[in-house]
C-alpha cells in the first residue's frame, strides 16, 4: 500500500523567526493520524531567520538528525561538541540519558533551511552520543545515497534503531530503483523540487508512506533533493 501525504496537510508554525512545517504532530500541531510511522516520529521543515535560533533545550532518548538544505547552522551541546553544518551535512546526536543543545544561525544576511527528523531508539537510557559527517552532491546525484544506518555502513552515520536513511538527487535524466521488504515500511519525502516516484508526481513537502510493498523507483526529477527512510515496522 502507498499513501500520499500532501504537503498541504502537515501541520505549520510562523513565529516569525522560525518557519515550520510538521510532518508528524509536534508541539502545539497534534494529529491523532499522524503521530509517528514506525519509529519515525518527526520531520520538521525549518526555516530560520538571520542572526535568529533555538536557545539551550534538553531532549531524552531520541535520535536526532539535523540536515541542512541551505545557509549554515551551529550547534553547541554539553558534552561539549560546537561545530557549524552546512549543505551536505548530516549530523546525529543520541540524547539517551538526557542531553542539552542549542543551534543557532549565526548569518546576518541568510535564512538557514534544514530537516530535523527524530527517530525513536531501540534502546532507552543509552549514553548521549553525537557523530557529523559530510556527503558531497556528486555522492547523491541521480542516486540514493545511504547518510544514517544501525552499523554506519558505507561511512554513514550511525543510528541506535534499525532504520536506513537515504538521501537522493535527481534531475529529469535521472532515475533510481530500490527493493523493498513488505515486513517493513519506507517513508519518502520531497525536500525540494519534484520528482515522480512509483509513478506519482510529487512536489515540495509531499511524502509518500510504503508497506506492504517490493520495490520504488524514482524518475523524472526537476531539481529534486528527497530523503527515503527504511523502518522497522
Known sequence: MIELR???????ANHGW?????????AE???PQHMH???LRVINDDTIEPG???GTHGHQ??????????GELAHKDSMGNGSV???GDVQRMSAGTGIRHSEFNHSQEYKTHFMQIWIVPSDKGISPSYEEKHFPSTEKNGRLRLVASRDGRD???SLHQDANMYVGLFNISQHATMALSPSRLAYLHVARGTIDVNGQRLTTGDALKFSDETALKVENGDNAEILLFDLPA
Open 6 to 12: 500532501k504537503n498541504t496537510e502537515r501541520g505549520h
Open 18 to 26: 522560525l518557519n515550520s512545517y510538521h510532518s508528524f504532530s509536534f
Open 29 to 31: 500541531y497534534v494529529d
Open 37 to 39: 510511522f514506525g519509529p
Open 52 to 54: 535568529t535560533g533555538f
Open 61 to 70: 532518548d531520541m535520535e536526532i538528525i539535523t540536515y541542512v538544505l541551505e
Open 85 to 87: 553544518i552546512r549543505p
Open 155 to 157: 561511512g554513514s552515520v
